[in-house]
């Protein structure tokens, strides 16, 4: 409520600088943003066209960019499968579930995003490659590729789902048992349709960054082959000097980024629909802490 | 009857749960700590304080030296423009600011390779004025500052939506200044929020490998960041070196993740 009042009732707003100091703030932000953001990507874009359409097309459609491009978009889709169904449930655990050591187990979800990634990749290597002390050999393998994928993106679907379990209506589910539906039934019927706006964004953000994850696969998976995914196909083609065929598959990746960026921001508006503040800027479940602790105190009364 | 099966449904999902953590993120993080210290403390401590390896570390902080309060003052600035200032270009401003969540480290090196190449738009102006952007320092805190730039925006607009705009309101009525404000009012309001951003951007800073990688050239002792040192020598065979370097990162790592908790619960008081 106050957030939309604050966004939405211009002369009321409090910090508010003067018309020429907003005008300047905004040519800053905008600057910036051009020469950090846009402007090296761009870069890529025209060079990625500078032979033209067809040197586009033919560097998109070479064996080995197909290949890699297969590889890498099957692996995530397996990873975001997985991930929907694993995340969820670790959410559940986490806000329906009473056991020792649960706020450790909150704590180390968040792993992923604090843990470089090629110390990931070394990691994993360690306990799952050729000198595995658990027996699992997985080093230079797509498995590798999905296991390696699995870790990095593990705490979006949990972090974008845990909030919105915390803030669920119970009375429903109460009312729903008490009609004499099981518990399979509560969950299809009430409890998912209520987690899928959090569950959908969770796995377009998971898919996005599975598309283009390089250092966590590096290592474990490695660039032979069958195990080279597109980041590690561009930077090969970086390495052998050709900058068009890295740009071609670099502009095919940017593009897949920006569909997934747009689907998470329609989510969050068909989210949002009934919700108090909804500003219209966006909010990523990148840290769980916009959710977890914010809303309850609403829901408490 | 439903007691029982409710209560087996529980232990199934909490084993299942538990146990893909256990497997994909406890054992490689306990794995990591045992392969450095396997064969004592020697080997990693001798990896890490080699001259590569003590400069790689040097670069690394010198990088979030850097990038971090850049992106910070962007970070707070921009959220500010964001929400308390009503503009048809904001769903704009909002968008490019997500971008660097979604596209590829690889991507992101590439486009600043190319930049800042011998054919690239500004490579030659600046190596004639005798800037020397990639294979060096700027290019590595470059790729840092682009990978790390939404951390701090998003972490601060909810909690300057929050916050609200009274006290501001009441400061301004009382005669101060926009500048007396944001400091006595807003800052200290939104300081948590901030600082949890300001924790998830030295996190990345810190790792960024990808992004580094195709802009440093990964120069030992020169361009070598400590993740760029890790993977220099697991590729020599120095595996105790390697894994050293790790463990150090590893330990940075969980100290953010220490950081992240106490300032939730900060903001959460």
Redesign the interface.
């Known amino acids: 409520m106050e957030a939309h009042s604050a966004t939405a009732s211009a002369p009321r707003a409090g910090l508010r600088l003067p018309g020429v100091g907003a005008g300047l703030g905004r040519g800053t932000v905008v600057l910036y943003l051009s020469l950090i953001v846009l402007l090296p990507l761009a870069a890529v874009v025209s060079q990625s066209l500078e032979g033209g359409i067809s040197t586009f097309w033919e560097a998109v459609t070479s064996p080995l960019a197909v290949s890699s491009l297969k590889l890498t978009v099957i692996c995530s889709l397996i990873v975001v499968v997985i991930n929907a169904i694993f995340g969820t449930i670790i959410a559940w655990i986490l806000v329906r579930d009473e056991f020792p050591g649960k706020a450790a187990v909150n704590a180390v979800i968040d792993l992923p995003f604090a843990l470089p990634t090629i110390v990931a990749s070394l990691t994993l290597l360690a306990l799952y490659g050729n000198d595995s002390p658990v027996g699992i050999h997985l080093a230079a393998t797509r498995a590798a590729v999905v296991v390696a994928l699995l870790f990095v993106t593990l705490p979006f679907v949990v972090r974008a789902v845990q909030p919105l379990l915390l803030e669920m209506d119970r009375e429903m589910e109460a009312a729903a048992a008490s009609l004499g539906a099981g518990g399979l039934t509560i969950f299809r019927r009430i409890i998912f349709p209520n987690l899928l706006p959090g569950l959908a964004a969770g796995v377009a953000l998971a898919f996005a960054r599975a598309l283009g994850e390089f250092g966590s696969v590096l290592l474990f998976a490695g660039g032979l082959p069958q195990t080279m995914v597109s980041s590690i196909f561009i930077r090969q083609q970086i390495e052998s000097g050709n900058n068009v065929g890295a740009s071609a598959v670099s502009v095919v990746l940017l593009a897949a980024s920006l569909l997934l960026l747009a689907a998470v921001t329609l989510i969050q508006r068909w989210g949002n629909r009934h919700e108090r503040s909804s500003s219209g800027l966006t909010v990523m479940p990148m840290s769980g802490e916009d959710f977890t602790v914010k809303k309850d105190p609403d829901e408490g009364h | 009857m439903r007691a029982t ?2 209560n087996t ?2 232990w199934g ?2 084993v ?3 146990g ?2 256990t497997l ?6 306990v ?2 700590f045992y ?1 450095t210290f396997e064969h004592g403390l020697a080997p990693p401590i001798d990896a890490i304080t080699s001259p590569d390896g003590l400069h790689a570390l040097k670069l690394t902080l010198l990088t979030v030296a850097i990038a971090v309060p850049l992106n910070t003052v ?1 970070g707070i ?2 959220a ?8 048809k ?3 704009v ?16 090196g ?6 800042y190449g011998t054919d ?3 490579g030659p102006t600046l190596a004639e004025a005798g800037i020397k952007v990639l294979f060096s320092v700027p290019g590595i805190v ?1 790729a840092c ?2 990978v790390s ?3 701090v925006v ?2 601060t ?2 909690v300057l ?2 916050i ?6 009441a400061a ?1 009525t009382l005669g101060a200044n ?1 500048w007396q ?2 400091w006595r ?2 800052l200290p309001a939104i300081r948590w ?1 901030v600082a ?1 951003g300001v924790v ?1 951007t030295t ?1 990345r800073v ?5 992004a580094v ?2 802009v440093s050239g990964s120069i030992s002792g020169q361009t070598q960041t ?3 040192f ?2 220099k020598q ?1 590729e020599n065979f120095n595996f105790p070196g ?2 050293g370097a ?1 463990v150090v ?2 330990f940075l ?2 100290s ?3 950081a ?2 106490l ?2 619960r900060k ?2 008081a």
Request: proline residues 5%.
């Open positions: 099966n409710s449904s529980r999902l909490r299942l749960g538990l893909y953590l994909l993120l406890l054992a490689p993080l794995m990591i392969k962007f600035g921009c500010l423009l964001l929400v308390r200032h009503k503009w270009g904001n769903a401003i909002d968008a490019i600011i997500n971008l660097p969540f979604a596209i590829s480290p690889i991507v992101i590439l486009s600043l390779f190319l930049l690239g738009w500004l470059l500052v682009f730039l939404p951390f998003r972490e607009v909810p939506q929050e609200g705009t009274d006290q501001e309101q301004s926009a404000t944001f009012i807003t929020g949890y998830l996190a810190l790792g960024e490998f990808g990688t195709i400590l993740p760029l890790v993977e697991f390697a894994y790790s990162l590893a790592a969980l953010t993740l220490l992240m908790n300032l939730k903001e959460d």
